[in-house]
């Protein structure tokens, strides 16, 4: 069915929808967004990010930046996700993007099945990004958002193909572990890269050269 035609059950305008992006990635932030759309000016096409191409969905996330009542981004640096687990550090994500709303929602529904604690009431649905319009939107929001900033991290760190997988598990990114070990955005406690700790020590003390002197942004 063409992404025009698919039509997504609609939140009251009070009630904000949640969710995230980036818990399978080896590094990077995990990225959350909150939406509150506006039922009198629907934006055709929403849907779950997963299911549109990056070109979709940065046309969609320009219209929803527009026509929104509210919208926000946050994120869990890799630190925090090294500090308190992929789960918690999501919740913590969604928790930041809720709370940086321009107006206060009456509620919040996030995709999946586990809700992180806020001050409104919350509820959780599973595969809302395909079902319900608000929670879409929040999807299409916070991968855009993460994707960009994976694009700003291979910019320091050009060796691991991060504009390519956007730090997700593919052959190709185990291999550059392999070959260069971690670089500061990995997320140390996914074991992949964990597996690679003591070969990264070795390798900045001595080849400093081979890594960016930039901040990673996590």
């Not at 299911?51 to 981004?73: D, F, G, M």
Request: aromatic residues 4%; proline residues 8%; glycine residues 6%.
């Amino acid at each position: 069915m063409p992404n025009e035609l698919i039509r997504l059950a609609q939140l009251p305008p009070d009630v904000c929808g949640v969710d995230e992006a980036g818990r399978g990635p080896l590094a990077g932030p995990v990225v959350a967004a909150a939406v509150l759309l506006d039922p009198q000016n629907p934006i055709a096409g929403l849907n779950d990010s997963k299911k549109l191409s990056a070109s979709r969905r940065a046309h969609l996330a320009e219209h929803i930046r527009e026509q929104a009542l509210a919208w926000a981004v946050a994120e869990a640096s890799a630190e925090e996700i090294d500090a308190i687990n992929i789960l918690q550090a999501s919740l913590l994500a969604m928790q930041r993007a809720v709370v940086g709303l321009a107006l206060i929602p009456a509620a919040a529904v996030v995709d999946g099945n586990r809700c992180p604690q806020l001050a409104m009431p919350v509820s959780a649905v599973v595969r809302g990004d395909g079902k319900i319009a608000a929670i879409a939107a929040a999807s299409i929001l916070a991968k855009t958002a993460r994707d960009a900033l994976m694009l700003d991290l291979h910019r320091h760190y050009p060796r691991y193909g991060f504009d390519q997988h956007m730090g997700y598990p593919t052959a190709a990114h185990l291999a550059a572990l392999q070959q260069h070990g971690p670089c500061p955005a990995h997320r140390r406690s996914f074991a992949p890269v964990a597996r690679h700790g003591s070969e990264e020590a070795a390798a900045w003390r001595t080849q400093p050269e081979l890594f960016s002197s930039c901040p990673a942004r996590n």
